[in-house]
């Protein structure tokens, strides 16, 4: 792949060096020179002066060979004009766009637009190791009405089949992580004894799901 980044701070100097270690070619934009200096002297790709919004600018880097489009500057109204721009006019169809109002990125999101809300995404994980299990979930789509979470198995639903947890809990197994392994369940599955659930449900049902596993399984 081809990626056209815009910003060269710490998220897109570490980002062009990880596509760089996977064999991918980058072309990284910035309006300081000086900000290049992140990339370090091992740095292959194409380095190019000015904003990412600027279409003689993205045409410097290529933007028309390529696959992908990264704006991670340190503004959210630079990153959403370059990722519209790379999108609508050149038609790159893999933009991503970092955003530090989580408002603003739900509403671009529902453009197709994919967001990086950092602030909010840093403030979900502090919770998700802050508060109990099934308080704040793993993921939620953009329009609230999927999550998924991480759910590790009460003892009394130890030898039961993923089938039956289904059913009563009403939410789905994404797939189980057993022993350092991710196992996708299927009809003859049991629950074993350390097992860490990755469960999807519906948002308006979590607190039907999680009073079900914690009151354990019905007699069948």
Same mark, same amino acid.
């Given at each position: 792949?081809?990626?056209?980044?815009?910003?060269?701070?710490?998220?897109g100097s570490t980002l062009?060096?990880?596509?760089?270690?996977?064999?991918?070619?980058?072309?990284?934009?910035?309006?300081?020179?000086?900000?290049?200096?992140?990339?370090?002297?091992?740095?292959?790709?194409?380095?190019?002066?000015?904003?990412?919004?600027?279409?003689?600018?993205?045409?410097?880097?290529?933007?028309?060979?390529?696959?992908?489009?990264?704006?991670?500057?340190?503004?959210?109204?630079?990153?959403?004009?370059?990722?519209r721009v790379a999108r609508?006019?050149? *038609?790159?169809?893999? +933009?991503?766009?970092?955003?530090?109002?989580?408002? #603003?990125?739900?509403?671009?999101? &529902? !453009? %197709?637009?994919?967001?990086?809300?950092?602030?909010?995404?840093?403030?979900?994980?502090?919770?998700?190791?802050?508060?109990?299990?099934?308080?704040?979930?793993?993921?939620?789509?953009?329009?609230?009405?999927?999550?998924?979470?991480?759910?590790?198995?009460?003892?009394?639903?130890? *030898?039961?089949?993923? +089938?039956?947890?289904?059913?009563?809990?009403?939410? #789905?197994?994404?797939?189980?992580? &057993? !022993? %350092?392994?991710?196992?996708?369940?299927?009809?003859?599955?049991?629950?074993?004894?350390?097992?860490?659930?990755?469960?999807?449900?519906?948002?308006?049902n979590a607190g039907r799901?999680?009073?079900?596993?914690?009151?354990?399984?019905?007699?069948?």
């Amino acid at each position: 792949m081809h990626v056209v980044i815009m910003g060269c701070g710490r998220v897109g100097s570490t980002l062009a060096r990880s596509l760089e270690d996977r064999n991918h070619t980058v072309s990284v934009i910035d309006s300081e020179p000086d900000a290049f200096r992140r990339l370090g002297p091992d740095f292959n790709g194409d380095k190019v002066t000015g904003y990412g919004f600027d279409q003689a600018v993205l045409e410097k880097a290529g933007i028309r060979r390529a696959d992908a489009f990264a704006a991670v500057s340190s503004g959210d109204n630079s990153n959403i004009i370059a990722a519209r721009v790379a999108r609508e006019t050149f *038609g790159i169809q893999q +933009v991503v766009a970092r955003i530090y109002d989580p408002g #603003r990125a739900e509403v671009y999101q &529902r !453009l %197709g637009i994919t967001t990086v809300a950092t602030v909010k995404w840093t403030a979900d994980q502090v919770l998700r190791r802050l508060l109990p299990a099934g308080a704040e979930p793993d993921f939620r789509d953009p329009s609230g009405t999927i999550r998924v979470d991480q759910v590790p198995i009460p003892e009394q639903w130890v *030898g039961q089949r993923t +089938v039956h947890f289904q059913e009563q809990s009403g939410s #789905r197994i994404a797939w189980i992580d &057993r !022993l %350092g392994e991710g196992i996708l369940p299927n009809r003859d599955s049991v629950i074993q004894e350390g097992d860490l659930l990755h469960l999807v449900m519906r948002e308006e049902n979590a607190g039907r799901v999680f009073k079900v596993i914690d009151s354990g399984p019905e007699e069948h």
